[in-house]
Every structure is written in C-alpha cells, then in structure tokens.
C-alpha cells in the first residue's frame, strides 16, 4: 500500500493568512493526487484533483501543486470557513489511501 | 436531487455481520465506480473499498479482505457492503461515495451511516 503523509498534523493561522499543508507519498504517484476539505460531522469535500485541477464551484484561494511524491496545498487569504481538516488522497493504486489530515485552527 | 445516502448502521457484537446500503439518485449511477470510506471515531479517513460500474473489478483495503464484500445493483441505484467477523476496530462512520474514474477522486459523498462493534 502507499503511504500518504501529511504535514503538519496541525496548524493554527489568522484570517487573511497563506498556509501551505505538504503531502507526501511512499512512493511516486505520478499526479494522482486529490484534496478534501472536511468540517467536523459533515462529509467531506472534493477541492483539487489530480494535484492543481480545482473542483466546480470551489474558490480560487485554494491552489494545489507537486509531483511524484511530492505535493503541496495552499490556501491564499485564509477566510473564517476554511478552518477544517485537509485530507490528501492518492488514485494512483487501490487502496487509495489518504493521507492522515491536518487539523487548521483559527489562531 | 444529485445525492447518497447510507443506511443500515448500528450496534453488532463482535464476530457479527451487517449489511449497509446507499442509495444513489440524481445522476446515472451505473455509469460510475463507487466506493466506500470509514472513519472512526475522532479519527482520519480510510478508504475501504471500490467497485467499477458492471460490478466485474473490487478492491479491498487489507484489513478488511475476507471479512467485508463490495457489491452494487444498478438496477436499483444502489451500492452495498457486507461485513462479516466485525471486530471492535471497524467501529466507525461508513460513507459512501462516487468515484469520478480518472485520478480517482470522489466527487459526490453521503453522509454515513455509525456502525458500532461492541458486546
């Protein structure tokens, strides 16, 4: 299985703030690289898939870049519903395992 | 409506089994592979498993291969999943969700459904 590793695990920031979260996978995973957004008791949301491909609807804050192994999302001007937890996933091989989240915290 | 939705959770005794079920409307399901997700309390996501759409290719996390089998009827819109010799560490929330196909990223998610195993 490929292990996805996320870092930090947890973040706290200030509205208005640029985060960035890393992912990191066991082992190269050419673009097949998404990220979810979940808010607590709610299921979680599609924001970028295939490492830099925003999903409809999604504002254009949220950016995604990397490769192989590598793999960064980033939030430019932080708003107050962005605080959740950010989940990498990989499609490259079943299990399409995620990546263990980073918790972003409201500083 | 485009949506999901689980159901058939609930508390089970160790060594158990439960069937849970998704209901899918809104797009045209048997176009899709579907899966599901399971996050245990306080915890991460953990995908589970996955189906293509003629129900002919499933995949399985290790830890639940044997135990659990992945199954869909297009006829009725509608994704299951059979878990046998359910253990205390399958206790979690089971979402399901539709897989786009390429980069395999889920695009549509339900809301899950609680599964509990404890004596």
């Known amino acids: 299985d490929i292990q996805m590793t996320q870092s930090p695990s947890s973040l706290s920031a200030s509205v208005g703030d640029r985060v960035t979260i890393t992912c990191r996978a066991g082992q190269s995973i050419a673009n097949y690289l998404n990220w979810y957004q979940q808010k607590p008791g709610k299921a979680p949301r599609l924001l970028i898939y295939a490492v830099s491909s925003l999903e409809t609807g999604v504002p254009s804050r949220f950016s995604g870049s990397g490769s192989g192994t590598d793999f960064t999302l980033t939030i430019t001007g932080l708003q107050p519903e962005d605080f959740a937890t950010y989940y990498c996933?990989?499609?490259?091989?079943?299990?399409?395992?995620f990546g263990q989240g980073t918790k972003l915290e409201i500083q | 409506e485009v949506q999901l939705v689980e159901s058939g959770g609930g508390l089970v005794q160790p060594g158990g089994s439960l069937r849970l079920s998704c209901a899918a409307s809104g797009f045209t399901f048997g176009t899709y592979w579907v899966g599901w997700v399971r996050q245990a309390p306080g915890r991460g996501l953990e995908w589970v498993a996955n189906?293509?759409?003629?129900?002919?290719?499933?995949y399985y996390v290790d830890s639940v291969r044997g135990r659990f089998t992945i199954s869909r009827d297009n006829a009725k819109n509608s994704l299951y999943l059979h878990m046998n010799s359910l253990r205390a560490e399958d206790t979690a929330v089971y979402l399901c969700?539709?897989?786009?196909?390429?980069?395999?990223?889920?695009?549509?998610w339900g809301q899950g459904t609680l599964v509990t195993v404890s004596s």
């Open positions: 189906i293509n759409q003629d129900g002919s290719k499933k």
């Open positions: 969700a539709r897989d786009r196909g390429y980069y395999s990223p889920f695009d549509l």
């Open positions: 996933q990989q499609g490259y091989n079943t299990p399409h395992t």
